[in-house]
């Protein structure tokens, strides 16, 4: 009597939920990208289990049993195309555990790895070098696929790599360190579930009482990922904008290790953070339940753009934050870009995300940090934004003595020297759209006075006005209220010392900013 095989192809669409879930010899289940597989008992998998993506979304397979037998997940890696204006390699993980590089590579479904000799781009992040490494099919053979840890990765079309492991069930503790010649505090690490990861559930899991996985990041850090091509800027996520931010399956990102804290905590991935999706490869976009108060700063030329973010919320400051302020990937301020250095208490750290109160909305002034060569016409613009409508950022630019609403218009200028870090171009706020047109404070002559080592402020106001005083890294080292009735006012400056510095004159519908020189 022959036996009969029974081939069942199952196709999961949406969401559909198991007890119990076997999968039978010579039987395969296929789980949609856009799809998602919740077990809440056990899985046994005696045939085969695929998990689809493309480059818009991806399944997720969340078990809250035991698993046993492998499953296939076929994760959407980027093409490299050694043109900079494409995306080239991704950073990924494996979302399943104890495959070798030996395998992995030689899978047939893997031939669209790009090669070059016995090389593959599959590359974790070297951190003796500070560069990535990528694997050779000779020497790596045999080098386990670790689960939790993150790899530079690229394809030659942008399809998909098929990762063959277990599905991890359980915590997953990663191995963070502070060492290495080169980036020593980064460390490349991945998502290791084939599900989507709540990072606001990631960021403040507790690895031990009273400690977070932020807690043994660096404070001014959270999690840096990248599409490819880090040239217009990293997509970090930290407490001040993280909302309902999901991290896809098979997604690496960096972190930077805190050297006091990494030598007694893992990283820790645990089975809570777990939860479904279906957006794109590293952040499953910015939900509009959370209501964040933000803007993007974007510097861009003709071929080139670079974006840095601010954010405001209740729990964060004009200083340094932790958790909430990031610093650059590396504090790497080479090549084209756009930064800021903190409001207050300036160390002069280049920072890619700043968050602030939301009582910093008025009354600061942020210092940026912009490289770009002399050549090139640049424009700086707000690129994205959420802020209360009666807020206007203006953008002051010290060596033009120029003031432009970016609210509506975007600063548009050619340099005549090469730009290089912060004292020309600084950022403020006011709650009332400041009047260009009928501005009386053009009218206000400032100047100093280098024998009684005072500023001088002489013409009519007519209204109540403010004058303040920052030297060239943005800190503001006097502030005075003007008197109306008044048409000359001095302002002390005999305990600052010789240098450049910028006087700001506000009141409730105008600003005039002038540099000075104080001998």
């Given at each position: 009597?022959?036996?009969?095989?029974?081939?069942l192809?199952?196709?999961?669409?949406?969401?559909?939920?198991?007890?119990?879930?076997?999968?039978?010899?010579?039987?395969?289940?296929?789980?949609?990208?856009?799809?998602?597989?919740?077990?809440?008992?056990?899985?046994?998998?005696?045939?085969t289990?695929?998990?689809?993506?493309d480059?818009?979304?991806?399944?997720s397979?969340?078990?809250?049993?035991?698993?046993?037998?492998?499953?296939?997940y076929k994760?959407?890696?980027?093409?490299?195309?050694d043109?900079?204006?494409?995306?080239?390699?991704?950073?990924?993980?494996?979302?399943v555990s104890?495959?070798?590089?030996?395998?992995?590579?030689?899978?047939?479904?893997?031939?669209?790895?790009l090669?070059?000799?016995t090389?593959?781009?599959?590359?974790?992040?070297d951190?003796?070098?500070g560069t990535?490494?990528?694997?050779?099919?000779?020497?790596?053979?045999?080098?386990v696929i670790?689960?939790?840890?993150?790899?530079?990765?690229?394809?030659?079309?942008?399809?998909?790599?098929?990762f063959?492991g277990?599905v991890?069930?359980?915590?997953?503790?990663?191995?963070?360190?502070?060492?290495?010649?080169?980036?020593?505090?980064?460390?490349?690490?991945?998502?290791?579930?084939?599900?989507?990861v709540?990072?606001?559930?990631?960021?403040?899991?507790?690895?031990?009482?009273g400690?977070?996985?932020l807690?043994?990041?660096?404070?001014?850090s959270?999690v840096?990922?990248?599409?490819?091509?880090?040239?217009?800027?990293?997509?970090?996520?930290?407490?001040?904008?993280?909302?309902?931010?999901l991290?896809?399956?098979?997604?690496?990102?960096?972190v930077?290790?805190?050297a006091e804290?990494?030598s007694?905590y893992?990283l820790?991935?645990?089975?809570?953070?777990?939860?479904?999706?279906?957006?794109?490869?590293?952040?499953?976009?910015?939900?509009?339940?959370?209501?964040?108060t933000?803007?993007?700063?974007?510097?861009?030329?003709?071929?080139?753009?670079?974006?840095?973010?601010f954010y405001?919320?209740?729990?964060?400051?004009?200083?340094l934050?932790?958790?909430y302020?990031?610093?650059?990937?590396?504090?790497?301020?080479?090549?084209?870009m756009?930064?800021?250095?903190?409001?207050?208490?300036?160390?002069?750290?280049?920072?890619?995300?700043?968050?602030l109160?939301?009582?910093?909305?008025?009354?600061?002034?942020?210092?940026?940090?912009?490289n770009?060569?002399?050549?090139?016409?640049?424009?700086?613009?707000i690129?994205?934004f959420?802020?209360?409508?009666?807020?206007?950022?203006?953008?002051?630019?010290s060596?033009?003595?120029?003031?432009?609403?970016?609210?509506?218009?975007?600063?548009?200028?050619?340099?005549?020297?090469?730009?290089?870090?912060?004292?020309?171009?600084?950022?403020?706020?006011?709650?009332?759209s400041?009047?260009i047109?009928?501005?009386?404070?053009?009218?206000?002559n400032?100047?100093?006075?280098?024998?009684?080592?005072?500023?001088?402020?002489n013409?009519?106001l007519?209204?109540?006005?403010?004058?303040?005083?920052?030297?060239?890294?943005?800190?503001?080292v006097?502030?005075?209220?003007?008197?109306?009735?008044?048409?000359?006012?001095?302002?002390?400056v005999?305990?600052l010392?010789?240098?450049v510095y910028?006087?700001?004159?506000?009141?409730?519908?105008q600003?005039l900013?002038?540099?000075?020189i104080?001998?």
């Open positions: 009597m022959k036996k009969k095989i029974l081939l192809i199952v196709l999961v669409t949406n969401t559909l939920f198991s007890q119990n879930l076997t999968v039978s010899t010579n039987t395969s289940l296929t789980v949609k990208n856009s799809s998602n597989l919740f077990i809440s008992g056990n899985m046994t998998n005696n045939g289990i695929t998990l689809n993506s480059s818009n979304s991806y399944s397979l969340i078990i809250n049993g035991t698993a046993t037998g492998n499953v296939n994760r959407t890696v980027n093409a490299y195309t043109n900079s204006n494409n995306d080239d390699n991704d950073l990924v993980s494996a979302p104890g495959q070798t590089f030996g395998a992995f590579s030689s899978n047939s479904d893997n031939n669209n790895l090669a070059s000799g090389l593959r781009a599959f590359a974790p992040f951190k003796s070098a990535y490494v990528n694997y050779d099919t000779s020497s790596n053979n045999n080098t670790t689960a939790g840890t993150g790899y530079r990765a690229a394809t030659t079309d942008g399809g998909t790599l098929t063959t277990s991890e069930t359980g915590t997953v503790a990663v191995n963070i360190e502070d060492s290495g010649s080169s980036y020593a505090d980064w460390n490349l690490v991945g998502n290791p579930y084939p599900s989507y709540d990072l606001s559930v990631f960021l403040n899991h507790e690895v031990s009482s400690i977070t996985n807690d043994i990041l660096e404070g001014a959270g840096y990922g990248y599409d490819g091509d880090v040239s217009d800027g990293w997509d970090i996520i930290t407490l001040a904008n993280v909302g309902s931010r991290l896809a399956p098979g997604q690496g990102f960096f930077a290790a805190d804290d990494v007694a893992d820790e991935f645990t089975p809570a953070m777990r939860t479904s999706g279906s957006s794109d490869d590293f952040i499953a976009g910015r939900s509009s339940d959370d209501e964040l933000f803007f993007n700063l974007n510097l861009s030329a003709a071929n080139k753009s670079y974006n840095t973010e405001f919320n209740d729990n964060a400051t004009s200083g934050d932790s958790g302020d990031a610093v650059l990937w590396g504090a790497d301020t080479s090549g084209f756009i930064y800021s250095h903190l409001a207050q208490e300036n160390t002069g750290i280049p920072i890619a995300l700043q968050a109160g939301n009582d910093d909305l008025v009354d600061i002034r942020i210092p940026l940090g912009v770009a060569n002399s050549s090139d016409q640049l424009t700086i613009s690129t994205e959420n802020l209360p409508n009666n807020i206007t950022v203006y953008l002051e630019d060596y033009e003595n120029t003031v432009t609403f970016l609210n509506s218009d975007d600063y548009v200028f050619t340099p005549d020297t090469d730009l290089l870090g912060t004292g020309r171009f600084f950022l403020s706020f006011t709650e009332n400041l009047s047109e009928e501005n009386t404070l053009s009218t206000i400032i100047f100093s006075e280098s024998i009684t080592k005072r500023i001088v402020i013409g009519i007519d209204k109540p006005t403010n004058a303040k005083i920052y030297d060239m890294q943005g800190r503001m006097n502030s005075q209220d003007l008197n109306s009735n008044s048409t000359s006012q001095y302002m002390d005999n305990y010392s010789s240098g910028v006087v700001r004159l506000t009141n409730t519908i600003a900013s002038k540099k000075i104080i001998h």
